[in-house]
């Protein structure tokens, strides 16, 4: 049985759940669904595979560190961010060469952890036969914030050859994706055989590939941590693994996942994945709603009283207040307060 | 030349601009609108009538006395707060006979101040000859949170005497009000020559005249503040001035004043009293706001950030923050935070 390893990137700025998530604690490190944190979660989620690896930058180890438990997890800590293919390829170039790498990011939500693990173990066993495989998930509104990927022909019961890659549609093109049915979004979920990976790299993104090797090969272990060199690395280019590798390999793959998945993108994703009261209302910290429905309140300390709203966020955090209408609240990374953290 | 003198009422529990108002620090304390507080701007508009006499509980006694500035105001101090006929009565009873007291609320904005003296002045005139007078306000909404007065036949050019006194009416009844066009809220602003109230408060309201008087005989002096006896006050009978004098008088007028008056009833109310920009947005604090309109914004320390919403009343105040919609701001007294403080 190849052995699985999940990979979990840590990164992100924090502007989309501002003021909650700063850039000095960025989503993955909060509690934002349930009691865990969101990487807690992704940590538990993955501890049916093997030990996982963790690429992380300098800025975020100290929650990385103290939010892994018991986790056997490496780390391999990122001289700087470079984006998501050069932080694979340092993983990959850690691993061993038969291995199946389950690429995942650490800032999603997703409600059914057993579905995620049967997904995982169909994309690995494509992994296995040479596939680059992404996770398809479940294209359940016309959204325009993600790619899509378009189904192909069957591979097996395991998934589908990817047959398109789709930027960022407009929402005409995205109600047709939806009304089709054969496509997918891209989650930024993966699994790579680790040998194959690096040909595709290689072969494909060059400039990424060479950096990233010297790197590893100049760099050094501080017991569970791998440090890469880091004027080798910052000659990586900075893509993500989609633009490098996927929609330029001739083996691309997709595994539809039907696992409750959000990416927690904004206050209204993150309102509709927590649990709420009868009138759609949910509550962190302490607050009196009267007459609200679809409101969400998180307080880390004053007294929040709503009174006669509707779809409405209000974050109180420190000595920051967010009131915004749900539509809209992807906007709050224009915000001064967000940009200029 | 009759003696004007103002008689100003502080008292309020603080509930209906909760959180910025709190029963230890209520609305005439506050500088809700401009820099002065409420009670200050009221002092300043009555600042051209003879020096005034203020009638507050031992609760609100230090605010009164740190934002009298150099006013020569005698202080009443009512032992226990027993409504408006009695805190009148007090008064009345520490004036000469043929003064006219002008009868203020200390917890009202009045936008132009130059017309509130010339209604005052007509006001004394017809108090002079034995009216008891209220300000009429301008219906300008068929508010049912207010009384209205319909006016009788003129007296002069001063003023018409009432002809009816209607209590709260419902909206079909304020709308009815509204077209008829000869009707005015009752502000609870008073103009009576002091002998003459003292006789008709004797003849309508013994129960409460007997005890205020009583109450005043037994009291002290203490510099300027007067205190009523607590044991022979204790006996007044608590309703307002309008129930215990101005409904059974025969002798009851009004004059109508234009005045740009608002009682800062609830945040819209504020929100309507205070200056604006082009979205009809008013902040006091830091705030960024962000596609808003007549958003009212009130934080006395963290930064509030307000996207995409219109009509909504975002208030800051220590512990505590409300997020209300304008419509239903008057729902604020019913909070538990407003409640229970």
Not at 252 to 281: C, F, Q, T, Y
Not at 303 to 327: A, C, K
Request: hydrophobic fraction near 45%; include cysteine; charged fraction near 25%.
């Amino acid at each position: 049985m190849t052995q699985i390893v999940p990979v979990i990137l840590c990164g992100g700025s924090g502007t989309r759940l501002w003021p909650r998530s700063r850039a000095s604690k960025p989503k993955p490190f909060l509690p934002l669904i349930g009691d865990e944190t969101i990487f807690e979660a992704t940590l538990d989620r993955c501890a049916v595979f093997a030990a996982p690896m963790i690429v992380t930058g300098v800025a975020h180890l100290p929650h990385v560190e103290a939010q892994l438990g018991d986790s056997e997890a490496r780390i391999v800590v990122e001289p700087q961010a470079r984006n998501t293919a050069a932080a694979i390829a340092l993983a990959a170039l850690r691993l061993p060469e038969d291995a199946v790498m389950l690429v995942c990011p650490s800032d999603h939500h997703i409600g059914d952890p057993a579905a995620f693990a049967d997904a995982a173990r169909k994309a690995a066993a494509l992994a296995g036969e040479g596939w680059l495989v992404s996770f398809g998930i479940e294209a359940s509104a016309p959204k325009t914030g993600y790619g899509y990927l378009k189904r192909g022909e069957p591979l097996g019961d395991n998934g589908f050859r990817t047959a398109q890659f789709v930027e960022k549609p407009d929402v005409e093109r995205a109600k047709a994706f939806l009304a089709d049915g054969g496509y997918d979004w891209n989650g930024g979920i993966f699994a790579f055989r680790v040998g194959k990976f690096l040909e595709e790299l290689d072969a494909h993104a060059p400039a990424i590939a060479g950096p990233a090797r010297e790197a590893v090969t100049k760099g050094r272990e501080q017991g569970r941590l791998f440090h890469p060199d880091a004027d080798a690395f910052a000659d990586a280019g900075s893509i993500s693994v989609d633009y490098a590798v996927m929609e330029r390999t001739d083996q691309a793959a997709l595994v539809p996942a039907r696992m409750d998945w959000s990416d927690i993108g904004s206050w209204e994703s993150l309102h509709a994945a927590r649990d709420k009261d009868g009138e759609g209302n949910s509550v962190r910290g302490r607050a009196e709603l009267v007459d609200c429905r679809n409101v969400l309140v998180e307080s880390d300390g004053p007294r929040v009283s709503v009174i006669g709203l509707e779809g409405v966020v209000v974050v109180v955090d420190g000595d920051e207040v967010l009131v915004t209408s749900m539509q809209v609240a992807q906007k709050v990374g224009k915000l001064d307060g967000a940009a200029n953290q």
